[in-house]
Structures are given as structure tokens and as C-alpha cells.
Antibody
Framework: QVQLVESGGGLVKPGGSLRLSCAASGFTFSDYYMSWIRQAPGKGLEWVSYISSSGSTIYYADSVKGRFTISRDNAKNSLYLQMNSLRAEDTAVYYC?????????WGQGTLVTVSS | EIVLTQSPATLSLSPGERATLSCRASQSVSSYLAWYQQKPGQAPRLLIYDASNRATGIPARFSGSGSGTDFTLTISSLEPEDFAVYYCQQRSNWPQITFGPGTKVDIK
């Protein structure tokens, strides 16, 4: 069965950095596009970034462009999100999700808290 | 950016009642609209894709309709496990996908 497991969240000071990981299993990871989607506490969902199956095509939401970098390692069945210059408004649960047009598979999420 | 508006913000109903949730887009999204259910502490679950297609394993009491700018999610008879927050999402201008703010269905 499809499984996505995020890790790497935690407490970080404003201006700091964090790297999130998403371990995929139960499907051929290299065949699928992947996305990161976040949800601030008590708020709605916000798409953050997308990466194509080969990693050659990448998109970002304007709110994170220039600060976040998405990447993947198909040999390790893993997706990453490098987050730099973090701000308080980046505080959220970060989900990785498989791109099937819509999002049929999500991880359980990892909480990132940006606070001094 | 395509903005999605959901109404009502909160819907208070009893088990067995019919729930009708609305999602309106700021411009046409054709039929590229999905609905998700989210319970506290859980990831969203895909219910409906392409406006009216139930995702795998979703009970028949969930149905979606609409096209263009106006969409509806209907739960024909609420079960106790259906009390949750529901989000709509468009992929018409993918990858700049957007979600609506959500409708909370709570127990009256």
C-alpha cells in the first residue's frame, strides 16, 4: 500500500533553516510527480511546491519562492524540502502528497514551528 | 490566482440529515475540482475528483456536482464519522492549485 512518511520538522528561530524529508513506499516513486502542501495551525491548506518525476520541472508558491528548495532522490524513494530564511508565517504542518492530478495520497505531516 | 469560496463556514446538522456544501470559483475551473475531508490531527482524504467522481473507497452517500464556477458536495445522510472539515481544491491552472477555506460540519 502507498505510504508517505514525513520527518525533519521541529522548532527553529526566525531566519533559520530546516530540511524536511518524505520517505515513499508502496509505489514506483520515480513514476510520480510529488508536492509539498502545508497547513498553518487552525487554518486551511496551501500548496507549497511541486517536482516532476525526474526532478527536471519544479514550481513554487510565491510565498516561498527564493527561500525553499524542493528536490528528490529516486534511488532512495525520497522527497525533500530545504527551507531557508524561515519566517513566523511558515509555521505549519507540512505534508508531502503524491500528484495524481489531485491528491489521493498524503503523509501524516510534520510540524514546523518558527519562533524565537 | 483562482480564489475558491466555500459556504457556509459552519454547518450544524444531526446524524441522518442531508448536508449540502458549496464551493464557488473566482473564474471557471471547468470540472477540475476536488473535495477533501479532514478530521482533527489527520491528513486530508480525497473524496471527489473532477467535480463528480468518487475516489476509491468513498461511500456512495458522498456525491459531487457542478462545473465552471459553482460546485456542490452533498452528503445524503450524515454518519457520525462524517463530522469533519471539508475543503474544495481546483487544479484548472495547475500547478498553481488552490484550496478553499473549508466548511466545518459539526453536530447540532
Amino acid at each position: 500500500q502507498v505510504q508517505l512518511v514525513e520527518s525533519g520538522g521541529g522548532l527553529v528561530k526566525p531566519g533559520g533553516s530546516l530540511r524536511l524529508s518524505c520517505a515513499a513506499s508502496g509505489f514506483t516513486f520515480s513514476d510520480y510527480y510529488m508536492s509539498w502542501i502545508r497547513q498553518a495551525p487552525g487554518k486551511g491548506l496551501e500548496w507549497v511546491s511541486y517536482i516532476s518525476s525526474s526532478g527536471s520541472t519544479i514550481y513554487y508558491a510565491d510565498s516561498v519562492k527564493g527561500r525553499f528548495t524542493i528536490s528528490r532522490d529516486n534511488a532512495k524513494n525520497s522527497l525533500y524540502l530545504q527551507m531557508n530564511s524561515l519566517r513566523a508565517e511558515d509555521t505549519a504542518v507540512y505534508y508531502c502528497a503524491r500528484e495524481d492530478g489531485d491528491y489521493g495520497y498524503w503523509g501524516q505531516g510534520t510540524l514546523v514551528t518558527v519562533s524565537s | 490566482e483562482i480564489v475558491l469560496t466555500q459556504s457556509p463556514a459552519t454547518l450544524s446538522l444531526s446524524p441522518g440529515e442531508r448536508a449540502t456544501l458549496s464551493c464557488r470559483a473566482s473564474q471557471s475551473v471547468s470540472s477540475y475540482l476536488a473535495w477533501y475531508q479532514q478530521k482533527p490531527g489527520q491528513a486530508p482524504r480525497l473524496l471527489i475528483y473532477d467535480a463528480s467522481n468518487r475516489a476509491t473507497g468513498i461511500p456512495a452517500r458522498f456525491s459531487g456536482s457542478g462545473s465552471g464556477t459553482d460546485f456542490t458536495l452533498t452528503i445524503s445522510s450524515l454518519e457520525p464519522e462524517d463530522f469533519a472539515v471539508y475543503y474544495c481544491q481546483q487544479r484548472s491552472n495547475w500547478p498553481q492549485i488552490t484550496f478553499g477555506p473549508g466548511t466545518k460540519v459539526d453536530i447540532k
